[in-house]
C-alpha cells in the first residue's frame, strides 16, 4: 500500500526506498507489536496523533 499510495504511510515509503520490502515488513510487524504491548500493559485505549 505504501509503494501505491506514499501519502497514506509516508514514513513507511521513505524507508521503502532504502531497505528491501522483507525487512520493512518485519520493522512495521515490530512497530505494530511494540504499540499492542503498550496497550495492553497499560490498560489504555490506543489514539493515533494527529499528523
Known amino acids: 500500500m505504501a509503494r ?6 509516508p514514513w513507511l ?3 521503502l526506498e532504502r531497505k ?6 518485519a520493522g512495521l510487524a515490530t ?10 500493559a ?3 485505549v490506543y489514539l493515533v496523533a494527529a499528523a
Do not use: F, G, L, Y
Open 31 to 40: 512497530k505494530t507489536a511494540r504499540i499492542a504491548w503498550a496497550v495492553m
Open 20 to 25: 528491501p520490502v522483507k525487512i520493512e515488513t
Open 13 to 15: 515509503a521513505q524507508r
Open 42 to 44: 497499560h490498560n489504555e
Open 4 to 9: 501505491k499510495d506514499a501519502a497514506r504511510q
